[in-house]
């Protein structure tokens, strides 16, 4: 499989896109922190990501190929088609935008910038079992058959990107859209967000549109939930083709 060929190096950003990095993790960070899951905040950690600048890209790539054999790709795309996401996931590579949102849309953004590639992806990537994870799925929307990819990808939005999980008794966030949107990760938690038990047939019949609101989440009881699913349809496809 060849790709093509991705931006390097790294972008390096200029004081008015620090600012509004500056901006989104001064008043996100502190509001999430104690609604994430266990593994976010380490890897938070982890990948020493804080409020003064965007974080290089040649540092935080260091720190995945150490932790995970991964790379981290420098990309001009904004919004990357499926099979191009997927075929670079399947070879440990996980594609960084060079692109930031404007200061009239801190709030939310249905592109995917830096923001939401590092202060919501890859704290939960830089760990091997979920960076595996992801591997994995991304194999199986690969190898399943069209009219299949549809609903595994409304389980990979609803998981991957909006997932919650329980830690302790307690519902946390794990998924990167909700940590990266302020007003997403409000609504998430507030009265009016239905959440129910992680279910893939019923995920599977819901379509997300990244230009609406969610009304309905739904919560694993661990990740395993998540990797036995993978596991046992990738066999299933398997045996089937």
């Known amino acids: 499989m060849v ?14 896109q620090n600012e509004v990095w500056n901006l989104m993790y001064t008043r996100q960070y502190p509001r999430i922190k104690d609604r994430t899951c266990q593994w976010y ?3 938070h950690e982890l990948l020493k990501l804080s409020k003064d600048v965007i974080p290089s890209g040649e540092a935080l790539n260091s720190v995945f190929q150490e932790r995970t054999n991964w790379e981290l790709v420098s990309t001009d795309v904004q919004y990357s088609d499926g099979q191009s996401w997927f075929e670079h996931l399947i070879q ?32 939960m990537q830089v760990h091997q079992r ?25 389980i990979w939005w609803y998981t991957i990107e909006f997932g919650f ?9 794990f998924g990167a859209g ?8 409000d609504l998430a938690f507030s009265d009016k967000m239905i959440r129910r038990p992680f ?10 549109s990244p230009h609406e609101w969610h009304k309905i989440l739904w919560v694993m009881q661990d990740f395993e939930q998540l990797e036995e699913f993978v596991a046992q349809q990738r066999q299933y496809f398997r045996v089937l083709y």
């Open 3 to 16: 790709l093509k060929e991705a931006k390097r190096p790294f972008y390096h950003w200029n004081d008015e």
């Open 41 to 43: 905040q380490e890897g």
């Open 199 to 208: 279910n893939p047939v019923d995920i599977a019949q819901h379509k997300p």
């Open 178 to 185: 909700l940590m990266s949107s302020y007003a997403e990760f």
């Open 165 to 173: 999980i329980i830690e302790d008794s307690e519902i946390k966030a």
């Open 92 to 123: 440990r590579k996980f594609l960084i935008t060079e692109y930031i949102r404007e200061k009239d849309s801190l709030d939310y953004t249905p592109l995917p910038d830096i923001f939401h590639d590092v202060f919501g992806h890859l704290p």
């Open 130 to 154: 979920y960076a595996n994870l992801t591997e994995e799925y991304a194999h199986l929307m690969l190898e399943c058959p069209p009219d299949v990819r549809v609903g595994l990808g409304s």
